[in-house]
Protein backbone atom coordinates (compact mmCIF):
# COMPACT_ATOMS: atom_id res chain seq x y z
CA UNK A 1 0.00 0.00 0.00
CA UNK A 2 1.25 3.42 -1.30
CA UNK A 3 0.45 6.71 0.86
CA UNK A 4 1.10 10.09 -0.81
CA UNK A 5 1.50 12.90 1.58
CA UNK A 6 0.79 16.62 0.56
CA UNK A 7 1.77 20.24 2.06
CA UNK A 8 -0.47 20.50 5.32
CA UNK A 9 -3.96 22.91 4.65
CA UNK A 10 -3.26 25.19 7.42
CA UNK A 11 -6.56 26.75 6.78
CA UNK A 12 -8.29 23.14 7.25
CA UNK A 13 -6.38 23.12 10.43
CA UNK A 14 -7.85 26.56 11.34
CA UNK A 15 -11.51 26.12 10.37
CA UNK A 16 -11.89 23.16 12.53
CA UNK A 17 -10.39 25.07 15.13
CA UNK A 18 -12.94 27.45 14.64
CA UNK A 19 -15.88 24.97 14.72
CA UNK A 20 -14.79 23.80 17.85
CA UNK A 21 -14.56 26.99 19.78
CA UNK A 22 -17.57 27.87 18.05
CA UNK A 23 -19.56 24.76 19.10
CA UNK A 24 -18.44 25.29 23.31
CA UNK A 25 -19.49 28.68 22.97
CA UNK A 26 -22.58 26.88 21.42
CA UNK A 27 -23.21 24.58 24.02
CA UNK A 28 -22.91 26.91 27.12
CA UNK A 29 -25.45 29.29 25.31
CA UNK A 30 -27.83 26.54 24.99
CA UNK A 31 -27.51 25.55 28.77
CA UNK A 32 -27.99 29.52 29.88
CA UNK A 33 -30.92 30.06 27.49
CA UNK A 34 -32.78 26.62 28.67
CA UNK A 35 -32.12 24.79 25.53
CA UNK A 36 -33.56 27.59 23.04
CA UNK A 37 -31.52 26.94 19.77
CA UNK A 38 -32.52 30.11 18.18
CA UNK A 39 -31.65 32.16 20.58
CA UNK A 40 -28.28 30.61 21.36
CA UNK A 41 -27.61 31.24 17.75
CA UNK A 42 -29.08 35.04 18.31
CA UNK A 43 -26.60 35.37 20.95
CA UNK A 44 -23.81 33.94 18.91
CA UNK A 45 -24.14 36.41 16.10
CA UNK A 46 -24.74 39.52 19.02
CA UNK A 47 -20.98 38.50 20.11
CA UNK A 48 -19.85 38.93 16.90
CA UNK A 49 -21.05 41.99 15.93
CA UNK A 50 -19.88 43.13 19.15
CA UNK A 51 -16.54 42.14 18.51
CA UNK A 52 -16.12 39.23 20.17
CA UNK A 53 -16.14 36.37 17.72
CA UNK A 54 -13.81 37.24 14.67
CA UNK A 55 -15.64 38.71 11.78
CA UNK A 56 -13.69 36.01 9.53
CA UNK A 57 -15.49 33.40 11.09
CA UNK A 58 -18.67 32.04 9.01
CA UNK A 59 -22.05 31.68 10.87
CA UNK A 60 -23.79 30.18 8.49
CA UNK A 61 -21.58 27.72 7.77
CA UNK A 62 -21.62 27.15 11.38
CA UNK A 63 -25.67 26.88 11.32
CA UNK A 64 -25.06 24.07 8.25
CA UNK A 65 -22.95 21.82 10.37
CA UNK A 66 -25.14 22.02 12.95
CA UNK A 67 -27.83 20.38 11.20
CA UNK A 68 -25.80 18.53 8.47
CA UNK A 69 -24.30 16.68 11.70
CA UNK A 70 -27.65 16.04 13.08
CA UNK A 71 -26.71 18.49 16.34
CA UNK A 72 -30.04 20.44 15.81
CA UNK A 73 -33.22 19.50 13.27
CA UNK A 74 -35.59 21.53 11.88
CA UNK A 75 -39.53 21.93 13.04
CA UNK A 76 -42.37 23.65 12.70
CA UNK A 77 -41.57 26.31 15.81
CA UNK A 78 -38.13 26.39 14.87
CA UNK A 79 -34.73 24.62 15.10
CA UNK A 80 -34.50 22.10 18.61
CA UNK A 81 -31.71 20.07 19.83
CA UNK A 82 -31.09 16.11 19.19
CA UNK A 83 -30.76 13.23 20.84
CA UNK A 84 -27.36 13.08 19.82
CA UNK A 85 -26.61 16.82 20.82
CA UNK A 86 -28.35 15.98 24.49
CA UNK A 87 -25.78 13.44 24.69
CA UNK A 88 -23.16 15.43 23.43
CA UNK A 89 -23.73 18.29 26.33
CA UNK A 90 -23.79 15.84 29.11
CA UNK A 91 -20.50 14.35 27.72
CA UNK A 92 -18.98 17.79 27.65
CA UNK A 93 -20.36 18.30 30.99
CA UNK A 94 -18.68 16.09 32.52
CA UNK A 95 -15.29 16.74 30.74
CA UNK A 96 -15.45 20.29 31.56
CA UNK A 97 -16.41 19.77 35.28
CA UNK A 98 -14.25 16.66 35.78
CA UNK A 99 -11.88 15.90 33.42
CA UNK A 100 -9.30 17.89 35.10
CA UNK A 101 -9.51 15.32 38.28
CA UNK A 102 -7.89 12.22 38.52
CA UNK A 103 -10.29 9.53 37.09
CA UNK A 104 -8.68 6.24 38.24
CA UNK A 105 -9.97 6.53 41.55
CA UNK A 106 -13.35 7.00 40.66
CA UNK A 107 -14.72 3.58 40.95
CA UNK A 108 -17.58 1.49 43.57
CA UNK A 109 -18.51 2.30 46.97
CA UNK A 110 -16.20 0.72 48.94
CA UNK A 111 -17.63 -0.54 52.44
CA UNK A 112 -15.52 -0.10 55.76
CA UNK A 113 -14.23 -3.41 56.15
CA UNK A 114 -11.67 -5.47 53.88
CA UNK A 115 -11.80 -8.72 51.71
CA UNK A 116 -12.60 -10.52 48.83
CA UNK A 117 -14.79 -9.04 45.91
CA UNK A 118 -13.53 -5.66 45.46
CA UNK A 119 -11.82 -3.96 42.33
CA UNK A 120 -9.57 -1.50 44.25
CA UNK A 121 -6.25 -2.22 45.56
CA UNK A 122 -4.97 -1.35 49.19
CA UNK A 123 -1.24 -0.83 49.38
CA UNK A 124 -1.10 -3.63 52.23
CA UNK A 125 -0.02 -6.64 51.92
CA UNK A 126 -1.10 -10.20 53.31
CA UNK A 127 -0.66 -13.70 53.69
CA UNK A 128 -2.62 -15.68 51.10
CA UNK A 129 -5.71 -17.87 52.20
CA UNK A 130 -7.72 -20.44 51.06
CA UNK A 131 -10.09 -18.80 48.79
CA UNK A 132 -8.43 -15.65 47.34
CA UNK A 133 -9.16 -14.71 44.12
CA UNK A 134 -5.86 -15.33 41.79
CA UNK A 135 -5.98 -11.89 40.45
CA UNK A 136 -5.21 -10.69 43.80
CA UNK A 137 -1.98 -12.34 43.88
CA UNK A 138 0.92 -9.94 44.09
CA UNK A 139 3.32 -12.24 42.26
CA UNK A 140 6.74 -9.84 41.99
CA UNK A 141 6.28 -9.77 46.38
CA UNK A 142 5.17 -13.47 46.34
CA UNK A 143 8.58 -14.44 44.37
CA UNK A 144 10.63 -12.05 46.56
CA UNK A 145 9.29 -14.28 49.37
CA UNK A 146 10.52 -17.53 47.78
CA UNK A 147 14.11 -16.39 47.14
CA UNK A 148 14.22 -14.46 50.92
CA UNK A 149 13.13 -18.80 51.78
CA UNK A 150 15.25 -20.50 49.86
CA UNK A 151 17.63 -18.12 47.93
CA UNK A 152 18.84 -17.86 44.20
CA UNK A 153 20.16 -21.62 43.66
CA UNK A 154 16.68 -23.02 43.13
CA UNK A 155 13.50 -21.62 42.06
CA UNK A 156 10.45 -23.01 44.53
CA UNK A 157 7.18 -20.95 44.90
CA UNK A 158 5.04 -22.57 47.74
CA UNK A 159 1.82 -21.56 48.85
CA UNK A 160 3.43 -19.89 52.27
CA UNK A 161 4.92 -17.46 49.73
CA UNK A 162 2.15 -16.23 48.20
CA UNK A 163 0.59 -12.87 49.35
CA UNK A 164 -2.29 -10.97 48.19
CA UNK A 165 -3.39 -7.36 47.90
CA UNK A 166 -6.22 -5.96 49.84
CA UNK A 167 -8.86 -4.85 48.36
CA UNK A 168 -11.77 -3.06 49.35
CA UNK A 169 -15.53 -4.60 49.45
CA UNK A 170 -17.80 -2.70 46.88
CA UNK A 171 -21.36 -1.54 46.72
CA UNK A 172 -23.38 0.10 44.48
CA UNK A 173 -25.24 3.62 45.14
CA UNK A 174 -28.52 5.68 44.95
CA UNK A 175 -28.24 9.24 44.54
CA UNK A 176 -30.27 12.10 43.93
CA UNK A 177 -29.29 15.30 43.15
CA UNK A 178 -31.63 18.07 44.48
CA UNK A 179 -31.50 21.24 42.60
CA UNK A 180 -33.35 24.72 44.11
CA UNK A 181 -34.57 26.02 41.40
CA UNK A 182 -36.04 29.07 43.00
CA UNK A 183 -35.91 32.47 41.56
CA UNK A 184 -33.12 33.75 44.08
CA UNK A 185 -31.20 31.24 41.71
CA UNK A 186 -30.51 33.65 39.03
CA UNK A 187 -30.69 36.75 41.04
CA UNK A 188 -28.13 39.33 41.64
CA UNK A 189 -26.11 38.97 38.43
CA UNK A 190 -25.14 35.60 39.20
CA UNK A 191 -26.37 32.20 37.38
CA UNK A 192 -26.10 29.53 39.56
CA UNK A 193 -28.83 27.32 38.08
CA UNK A 194 -26.85 26.48 34.43
CA UNK A 195 -23.58 25.02 37.01
CA UNK A 196 -25.69 23.22 39.13
CA UNK A 197 -27.59 21.37 35.93
CA UNK A 198 -23.93 20.77 34.51
CA UNK A 199 -22.97 18.94 37.50
CA UNK A 200 -26.26 16.78 37.36
CA UNK A 201 -25.34 16.07 33.02
CA UNK A 202 -22.07 15.25 34.49
CA UNK A 203 -22.61 13.03 37.14
CA UNK A 204 -25.35 11.27 35.37
CA UNK A 205 -23.15 10.54 32.22
CA UNK A 206 -20.07 9.12 34.82
CA UNK A 207 -22.76 6.66 36.21
CA UNK A 208 -24.47 5.24 32.79
CA UNK A 209 -21.15 5.12 31.26
CA UNK A 210 -18.93 3.70 34.05
CA UNK A 211 -21.10 2.74 37.23
CA UNK A 212 -24.46 0.85 35.56
CA UNK A 213 -24.96 -0.79 38.90
CA UNK A 214 -25.73 2.93 40.37
CA UNK A 215 -28.85 4.93 39.97
CA UNK A 216 -29.22 8.89 40.12
CA UNK A 217 -32.43 10.57 39.85
CA UNK A 218 -32.75 14.72 39.73
CA UNK A 219 -35.04 16.17 41.68
CA UNK A 220 -35.78 19.93 40.83
CA UNK A 221 -37.61 21.91 43.66
CA UNK A 222 -39.65 25.35 43.80
CA UNK A 223 -42.99 25.93 45.70
CA UNK A 224 -42.92 22.46 44.41
CA UNK A 225 -41.01 19.41 43.85
CA UNK A 226 -40.53 17.11 40.43
CA UNK A 227 -38.64 14.74 39.34
CA UNK A 228 -37.06 15.45 35.32
CA UNK A 229 -35.08 12.72 33.05
CA UNK A 230 -31.62 13.51 32.80
CA UNK A 231 -32.42 14.07 29.41
CA UNK A 232 -34.35 17.21 30.39
CA UNK A 233 -31.71 18.95 31.74
CA UNK A 234 -30.44 21.31 28.83
CA UNK A 235 -34.22 22.89 29.13
CA UNK A 236 -34.25 23.31 33.02
CA UNK A 237 -34.28 26.91 34.19
CA UNK A 238 -34.99 28.67 37.56
CA UNK A 239 -38.85 30.45 37.90
CA UNK A 240 -40.54 32.44 39.69
CA UNK A 241 -40.63 30.35 42.84
CA UNK A 242 -40.20 30.22 46.52
CA UNK A 243 -37.95 27.57 47.93
CA UNK A 244 -39.89 24.79 49.61
CA UNK A 245 -36.80 22.41 50.78
CA UNK A 246 -38.94 20.26 52.67
CA UNK A 247 -40.97 19.01 50.23
CA UNK A 248 -37.34 18.17 47.94
CA UNK A 249 -36.26 16.38 50.58
CA UNK A 250 -39.39 14.41 51.08
CA UNK A 251 -39.55 14.08 47.68
CA UNK A 252 -36.14 12.55 46.96
CA UNK A 253 -36.57 10.23 50.29
CA UNK A 254 -39.34 8.60 49.01
CA UNK A 255 -37.57 7.88 45.80
CA UNK A 256 -34.40 6.72 47.54
CA UNK A 257 -36.96 4.63 49.93
CA UNK A 258 -37.72 2.54 46.54
CA UNK A 259 -33.82 2.15 45.72
CA UNK A 260 -32.78 -1.68 45.95
CA UNK A 261 -28.73 -0.04 46.29
CA UNK A 262 -27.36 0.09 49.43
CA UNK A 263 -26.19 2.93 49.80
CA UNK A 264 -28.53 6.06 49.48
CA UNK A 265 -27.55 9.67 49.65
CA UNK A 266 -29.03 12.98 48.73
CA UNK A 267 -27.04 15.68 47.17
CA UNK A 268 -28.25 19.11 48.04
CA UNK A 269 -27.64 22.28 45.67
CA UNK A 270 -28.94 25.47 47.07
CA UNK A 271 -28.55 29.59 47.33
CA UNK A 272 -31.32 30.54 49.75
CA UNK A 273 -33.29 29.77 53.01
CA UNK A 274 -36.59 27.91 52.95
CA UNK A 275 -39.64 29.85 52.49
CA UNK A 276 -42.58 27.57 52.01
CA UNK A 277 -43.74 24.31 53.63
CA UNK A 278 -46.86 22.56 52.86
CA UNK A 279 -49.54 22.24 56.03
CA UNK A 280 -51.51 18.81 56.84
CA UNK A 281 -53.71 20.35 55.17
CA UNK A 282 -52.15 20.52 52.24
CA UNK A 283 -52.12 24.47 51.56
CA UNK A 284 -49.08 26.05 51.55
CA UNK A 285 -47.41 27.99 54.14
CA UNK A 286 -45.26 31.05 52.42
CA UNK A 287 -42.89 33.49 54.34
CA UNK A 288 -40.36 34.86 52.54
CA UNK A 289 -39.30 37.06 55.73
CA UNK A 290 -36.27 35.65 57.68
CA UNK A 291 -36.33 32.38 58.78
CA UNK A 292 -39.04 31.83 59.86
CA UNK A 293 -39.52 29.11 62.99
CA UNK A 294 -42.34 26.80 61.69
CA UNK A 295 -40.86 26.58 58.18
CA UNK A 296 -37.17 25.83 59.34
CA UNK A 297 -38.64 23.67 62.16
CA UNK A 298 -40.68 21.63 59.13
CA UNK A 299 -37.39 20.87 57.13
CA UNK A 300 -35.26 20.33 59.74
CA UNK A 301 -38.35 17.35 61.04
CA UNK A 302 -37.40 16.16 57.48
CA UNK A 303 -33.86 16.23 57.78
CA UNK A 304 -33.85 13.95 60.73
CA UNK A 305 -36.65 11.46 58.55
CA UNK A 306 -33.78 10.77 55.94
CA UNK A 307 -31.32 10.20 58.99
CA UNK A 308 -33.69 7.51 60.59
CA UNK A 309 -33.61 6.07 56.90
CA UNK A 310 -29.46 6.32 56.54
CA UNK A 311 -29.96 8.69 53.69
CA UNK A 312 -27.15 11.43 54.91
CA UNK A 313 -27.69 14.94 53.12
CA UNK A 314 -24.39 16.81 51.70
CA UNK A 315 -25.45 20.23 51.14
CA UNK A 316 -24.07 22.49 48.63
CA UNK A 317 -24.75 25.88 49.57
CA UNK A 318 -23.90 29.02 46.99
CA UNK A 319 -24.35 31.91 49.09
CA UNK A 320 -22.10 33.22 51.49
CA UNK A 321 -25.03 35.19 54.38
CA UNK A 322 -23.94 34.36 57.12
CA UNK A 323 -27.69 33.58 58.78
CA UNK A 324 -28.52 30.97 55.77
CA UNK A 325 -24.86 28.93 56.54
CA UNK A 326 -26.45 28.98 60.14
CA UNK A 327 -29.40 26.88 59.07
CA UNK A 328 -27.67 25.06 56.85
CA UNK A 329 -25.35 23.98 60.07
CA UNK A 330 -28.79 22.75 61.55
CA UNK A 331 -29.57 21.07 58.86
CA UNK A 332 -26.54 18.88 58.44
CA UNK A 333 -26.67 18.04 62.26
CA UNK A 334 -29.75 17.09 62.39
CA UNK A 335 -28.94 14.64 59.45
CA UNK A 336 -25.50 13.66 60.55
CA UNK A 337 -24.57 15.24 56.83
CA UNK A 338 -22.22 17.21 55.70
CA UNK A 339 -22.11 20.64 54.25
CA UNK A 340 -20.05 22.45 51.69
CA UNK A 341 -19.93 26.64 51.43
CA UNK A 342 -19.39 26.90 47.91
CA UNK A 343 -19.14 28.93 44.84
CA UNK A 344 -21.03 28.62 41.58
CA UNK A 345 -17.64 27.78 39.82
CA UNK A 346 -16.62 25.15 41.77
CA UNK A 347 -19.63 23.41 42.60
CA UNK A 348 -18.75 20.65 40.17
CA UNK A 349 -15.28 19.73 41.47
CA UNK A 350 -17.11 19.39 45.42
CA UNK A 351 -19.59 17.76 44.33
CA UNK A 352 -17.23 15.21 42.42
CA UNK A 353 -14.64 14.82 45.49
CA UNK A 354 -17.58 14.12 47.93
CA UNK A 355 -19.28 11.77 45.24
CA UNK A 356 -16.10 9.69 45.36
CA UNK A 357 -15.97 9.96 49.30
CA UNK A 358 -19.28 8.98 49.95
CA UNK A 359 -18.24 5.77 47.69
CA UNK A 360 -15.62 4.91 50.39
CA UNK A 361 -18.32 3.86 52.89
CA UNK A 362 -21.02 2.08 53.69
CA UNK A 363 -24.07 4.10 55.72
CA UNK A 364 -25.19 2.57 58.79
Known sequence: MRYRFEKFDESLKEALQNFKTL??????LVLRTNGDVERALEFLRSMQAQGYIPEDWDLDEFERRLENEEFVRRTPEGRVLTKKAERTIRSSSLEQIFGNLRMGAVGGHPTPHEGMGGTESQPERRPYQFGDELRNIDFSDSIMNSIRRTGLGEFDLGEQDLTVLETDHHTSCATVILIDVSHSMILY??????????VAMALSELILTRFQKDSLDVVLFGDEAMRVEVKDLPYVGAGPFHTNTQEGLRFARRILERRHQANKQIFLVTDGKPTVIRLGDGRLYRNVGGLDPIIVNRTLDEAVMCRRRRIPITTFMVA????????????????????YFTSADQLGSYVLVDFMENRRRRVR
Open 23 to 28: MELFQS
Open 189 to 198: GEDRITPAKM
Open 320 to 339: EDPYLQRFVQQLTERNRGRA
